[in-house]
């Protein structure tokens, strides 16, 4: 969070950024032990303040989302908070230029914490459905029906909605920066956020290529037993 704030500063509100550049400090430097959930984000923390009590705890998702055994449908899906760190606009460039009967289906609600993003003004394209937010009934629902999931996010010190996806054996395209491959190691088809043509051919190859979907599920079931060791 500490370098997304400072690489991506337009993603955050004003009153937020100015809470976070006061409070956080200090609660850091007083904290008996401070929390990270990745090596990247720990490096991002001992690289801002001079203190050496950190300590790596893997997040997990919740035990809601499981494989349902839903018939798949042609649904490229994205999760995520509607903030322009999550990298929405070049995943529908992507998606538009593809030749596809998939459709793409956005699940998030906007936060106040970030800056205003309107929606409207994306697409008119009936195939590009923003559901706002859902609860995780919904949710896993969608996750189950979905063919592939697209997380081409250009910062994360996480990432857990492709823990979610995978665990209800959706395949996942995920983005090759900051924490995620740590998290993800080869559990995932790696796509170069900053690249709107990369995205496209990371989603053409998937749709085309089934026998490369069924092996990211296999892998995806196991990723998340391997949460409970540092670095795995």
Same mark, same amino acid.
Not at 79 to 107: G, H, M, W
Not at 146 to 171: M, T
């Given at each position: 969070?500490?370098?997304? $704030?400072?690489?991506y500063?337009?993603?955050? +509100?004003y009153?937020?950024?100015? *809470?976070?550049?006061?409070?956080v400090p200090? #609660?850091?430097?007083?904290?008996? %032990?401070? @929390?990270?959930v +990745?090596?990247?984000?720990?490096?991002?923390v001992?690289?801002?303040?001079?203190?050496? !009590?950190?300590?790596?705890v893997y997040?997990?998702?919740?035990?809601? /989302?499981?494989?349902?055994?839903? %018939? $798949?449908? %042609?649904?490229?899906?994205?999760?995520?908070s509607?903030?322009?760190r999550?990298?929405f606009? $070049?995943?529908?460039?992507a998606?538009?230029? =593809?030749?596809?009967?998939?459709? =793409?289906?956005?699940?998030g609600?906007?936060?106040?914490? /970030?800056?205003e993003?309107?929606?409207?003004?994306?697409?008119?394209?009936e195939?590009?459905?923003?559901?706002?937010?859902?609860?995780?009934?919904?949710?896993n629902?969608?996750?189950?029906r979905? #063919?592939? /999931?697209?997380?081409?996010?250009?910062?994360?010190?996480?990432?857990?909605?492709?823990l979610?996806a995978?665990?209800? *054996?959706?395949?996942?395209?995920?983005? !090759?920066?900051?924490? =995620?491959?740590?998290?993800?190691?080869?559990?995932?088809?790696?796509?170069?956020?900053?690249?709107?043509e !990369? @995205?496209k051919?990371?989603?053409?190859?998937?749709?085309?290529?089934?026998?490369? $979907?069924?092996?990211?599920?296999?892998? *995806?079931?196991?990723?998340?037993?391997?949460m409970?060791?540092?670095g795995?």
């Amino acid at each position: 969070m500490l370098r997304s $704030r400072k690489t991506y500063p337009e993603t955050f +509100s004003y009153i937020f950024q100015k *809470g976070y550049n006061i409070f956080v400090p200090i #609660s850091v430097r007083n904290a008996l %032990k401070v @929390i990270t959930v +990745s090596n990247y984000v720990k490096k991002d923390v001992e690289n801002n303040f001079n203190i050496n !009590n950190l300590e790596v705890v893997y997040c997990a998702k919740s035990n809601h /989302f499981k494989n349902l055994n839903l %018939k $798949r449908e %042609k649904i490229i899906l994205a999760v995520s908070s509607l903030d322009p760190r999550k990298n929405f606009n $070049r995943i529908i460039n992507a998606y538009q230029q =593809l030749e596809t009967d998939y459709k =793409l289906y956005f699940v998030g609600a906007k936060s106040k914490s /970030f800056s205003e993003i309107n929606t409207n003004k994306i697409s008119t394209n009936e195939d590009i459905i923003f559901t706002g937010y859902l609860s995780d009934n919904d949710l896993n629902e969608l996750y189950n029906r979905a #063919s592939i /999931f697209v997380y081409a996010s250009l910062f994360e010190g996480f990432g857990i909605p492709p823990l979610e996806a995978q665990a209800c *054996g959706c395949p996942c395209i995920v983005s !090759n920066k900051t924490s =995620l491959p740590e998290v993800y190691l080869d559990s995932v088809e790696y796509c170069e956020p900053e690249s709107l043509e !990369n @995205i496209k051919n990371k989603l053409e190859f998937l749709i085309k290529n089934k026998e490369r $979907r069924e092996e990211l599920v296999k892998k *995806g079931y196991k990723i998340e037993n391997l949460m409970d060791f540092p670095g795995h």
